[in-house]
Protein backbone atom coordinates (compact mmCIF):
# COMPACT_ATOMS: atom_id res chain seq x y z
CA UNK A 1 0.00 0.00 0.00
CA UNK A 2 1.47 3.35 -0.99
CA UNK A 3 -0.25 6.89 -0.76
CA UNK A 4 0.96 10.43 -0.99
CA UNK A 5 -0.51 13.29 1.05
CA UNK A 6 -0.14 17.18 0.03
CA UNK A 7 0.50 19.88 2.22
CA UNK A 8 0.71 23.68 2.44
CA UNK A 9 -1.72 24.78 0.92
CA UNK A 10 -3.84 28.02 2.26
CA UNK A 11 -5.22 31.66 1.61
CA UNK A 12 -2.76 33.96 0.07
CA UNK A 13 -3.12 37.43 -1.04
CA UNK A 14 -2.25 38.16 -4.66
CA UNK A 15 1.61 38.53 -5.32
CA UNK A 16 2.50 36.32 -2.53
CA UNK A 17 3.95 33.43 -1.95
CA UNK A 18 3.37 29.72 -1.05
CA UNK A 19 4.78 26.10 -1.11
CA UNK A 20 3.40 22.86 -1.65
CA UNK A 21 4.52 19.33 -0.34
CA UNK A 22 3.58 16.01 -1.64
CA UNK A 23 5.09 13.13 0.64
CA UNK A 24 5.00 9.41 -0.71
CA UNK A 25 4.52 6.69 2.17
CA UNK A 26 4.01 3.51 2.38
CA UNK A 27 5.89 0.33 0.76
CA UNK A 28 8.38 2.40 -2.17
CA UNK A 29 10.68 0.56 -3.79
CA UNK A 30 11.16 3.54 -6.19
CA UNK A 31 9.19 6.72 -7.04
CA UNK A 32 9.33 7.57 -11.09
CA UNK A 33 8.19 11.03 -12.45
CA UNK A 34 6.14 13.18 -10.02
CA UNK A 35 3.73 16.19 -10.78
CA UNK A 36 1.43 18.50 -9.64
CA UNK A 37 -2.22 18.70 -11.74
CA UNK A 38 -4.97 21.09 -10.48
CA UNK A 39 -8.45 21.84 -10.66
CA UNK A 40 -10.44 25.30 -10.42
CA UNK A 41 -14.47 25.27 -9.63
CA UNK A 42 -15.83 24.25 -13.13
CA UNK A 43 -12.89 23.36 -14.96
CA UNK A 44 -11.06 20.25 -15.74
CA UNK A 45 -7.50 19.37 -14.06
CA UNK A 46 -5.00 20.28 -15.35
CA UNK A 47 -1.35 19.40 -15.38
CA UNK A 48 0.90 22.30 -13.54
CA UNK A 49 4.60 20.72 -13.47
CA UNK A 50 5.85 17.45 -13.70
CA UNK A 51 9.70 16.01 -12.26
CA UNK A 52 11.29 13.27 -13.21
CA UNK A 53 13.49 10.86 -11.20
CA UNK A 54 16.73 12.37 -12.38
CA UNK A 55 15.48 16.05 -11.58
CA UNK A 56 14.16 17.10 -15.47
CA UNK A 57 10.89 19.29 -15.03
CA UNK A 58 8.23 20.17 -17.09
CA UNK A 59 5.86 23.53 -16.57
CA UNK A 60 2.58 24.64 -17.69
CA UNK A 61 3.04 27.90 -19.78
CA UNK A 62 0.70 29.52 -17.32
CA UNK A 63 3.22 29.23 -14.18
CA UNK A 64 6.15 29.51 -16.45
CA UNK A 65 8.36 31.85 -14.34
CA UNK A 66 6.36 32.05 -11.97
CA UNK A 67 6.15 28.35 -10.33
CA UNK A 68 8.97 25.77 -9.30
CA UNK A 69 9.06 22.03 -8.71
CA UNK A 70 11.87 20.18 -6.97
CA UNK A 71 12.04 16.70 -4.53
CA UNK A 72 13.87 15.15 -2.51
CA UNK A 73 14.46 11.95 -4.19
CA UNK A 74 15.24 10.88 -0.19
CA UNK A 75 12.64 11.90 1.37
CA UNK A 76 10.17 10.55 -1.25
CA UNK A 77 9.14 14.50 -1.01
CA UNK A 78 7.89 16.67 -3.71
CA UNK A 79 7.79 20.50 -3.64
CA UNK A 80 5.74 23.40 -5.50
CA UNK A 81 6.97 26.70 -5.23
CA UNK A 82 4.75 29.11 -6.01
CA UNK A 83 5.61 33.11 -6.30
CA UNK A 84 3.68 35.86 -7.38
CA UNK A 85 -0.01 33.95 -6.91
CA UNK A 86 -2.57 35.22 -8.93
CA UNK A 87 -6.68 34.96 -8.27
CA UNK A 88 -6.56 32.83 -11.52
CA UNK A 89 -4.10 30.43 -9.96
CA UNK A 90 -7.38 29.42 -7.08
CA UNK A 91 -8.06 25.71 -7.29
CA UNK A 92 -6.62 22.30 -5.43
CA UNK A 93 -4.07 21.68 -6.11
CA UNK A 94 -3.39 17.32 -6.52
CA UNK A 95 -0.25 15.04 -6.25
CA UNK A 96 0.57 12.09 -8.62
CA UNK A 97 3.21 10.32 -8.17
CA UNK A 98 4.36 6.92 -10.12
CA UNK A 99 5.38 4.74 -7.72
CA UNK A 100 6.86 0.99 -8.14
CA UNK A 101 5.40 -1.17 -4.83
CA UNK A 102 7.46 -4.41 -5.27
CA UNK A 103 5.09 -5.91 -7.41
CA UNK A 104 4.64 -3.21 -9.86
CA UNK A 105 4.35 0.43 -10.93
CA UNK A 106 1.09 1.96 -9.04
CA UNK A 107 -0.35 5.56 -10.36
CA UNK A 108 -1.21 7.45 -7.16
CA UNK A 109 -3.15 10.38 -6.12
CA UNK A 110 -3.31 12.55 -3.46
CA UNK A 111 -6.49 13.87 -1.90
CA UNK A 112 -5.51 17.51 -2.62
CA UNK A 113 -4.85 20.77 -1.04
CA UNK A 114 -7.19 23.91 -1.30
CA UNK A 115 -5.01 27.31 -2.69
CA UNK A 116 -6.80 30.28 -2.51
CA UNK A 117 -5.77 33.32 -3.87
CA UNK A 118 -7.55 36.43 -2.88
CA UNK A 119 -7.52 39.87 -1.27
Known amino acids: QVQVVESGGGLVQPGGSLRLSCAAS????????MAWHRQAPGKEREMVATITNDGSTRVADSVKGRFTISRDNAKNTMYLQMNSLKPEDTAVYYCYSSIHSGTGWVPTWGQGTQVTVSS
Open 26 to 33: GSIFAIST
